[in-house]
Nanobody, 128 residues
Framework: QVQLVESGGGLVQAGGSLRLSCAAS????????MGWFRQAPGKEREFVVV????????YYADSVKGRFTISRDNAKNTVTLQLNSLKPEDTAVYYC?????????????????????WGQGTQVTVSS
């Protein structure tokens, strides 16, 4: 059973930064594509970023491109999301997601159902 545990959320002022982490309990972490999604109050969960098993390929949502950076440490089974230049509209619960394999197609990696495993989420609140 794969477990994903997020940490690092919190309250920050606009323009500030946060670092989110996701720890995965898997044997072959490097075979998993890892993604981050977020869900704001009253809205659907939306794609933020995904990285391939090796970390060599990454796709970002336009809304976070240039501000958020994903990285992974396959030796430690962790993926990190650095959130910079935060805006009030970034306020949401952020979820880590994983699945074995990879796809270069947006229709796949942006879709909730493409992922097999999800974390419980961590709250990010950005005040204006």
């Amino acid at each position: 059973q794969v477990q994903l545990v997020e940490s690092g959320g919190g309250l920050v002022q606009a323009g500030g930064s946060l670092r989110l982490s996701c720890a995965a309990s898997v044997r072959t972490f490097s075979t998993y594509a890892m993604g981050w999604f977020r869900q704001a109050p009253g809205k659907e969960r939306e794609f933020v970023v995904v990285t391939s098993g090796s970390g060599s390929t990454t796709y970002y949502a336009d809304s976070v491109k240039g501000r958020f950076t994903i990285s992974r440490d396959n030796a430690k089974n962790t993926v990190t999301l650095q959130l910079n230049s935060l805006k009030p509209e970034d306020t949401a619960v952020y979820y880590c997601a994983a699945r074995v394999g990879w796809s270069h197609y947006y229709i796949d990696y942006s879709r909730l159902g493409w992922y097999n495993y999800w974390g419980q989420g961590t709250q990010v609140t950005v005040s204006s």
